[in-house]
């Protein structure tokens, strides 16, 4: 319910709404693709592979926006 309701506001902004998939999005890498296995409370995601070192929930953030962006332009990937 609660997503019709924000997906109904959105369109009166015209916005738009996207679901996604938010699985490993804590464990993947945003910068590199890296997947980088932690217990949930590590609470900074540090890549080994590309040295990228930010919050735990930011990087999540960022997976979630590029995998929102490939479903809304999936030929710009």
Do not use: Q
């Not at 890549?47 to 960022?62: P, Q």
Request: aromatic residues 8%; positive net charge.
């Amino acid at each position: 319910m609660f997503r019709n309701i924000l997906a109904y506001k959105l369109e009166g902004w015209n916005r738009t709404f996207v679901k996604v998939k938010p699985l490993y999005t804590s464990v993947e890498c945003s910068d590199c693709g890296h997947h980088v296995k932690k217990s949930l409370s590590v609470r900074t995601h540090v890549c080994m592979k590309c040295g990228l070192i930010m919050d735990r929930d930011e990087n999540a953030a960022r997976n979630i926006l590029h995998r929102a962006k490939e479903e809304l332009y999936p030929s710009a990937s």
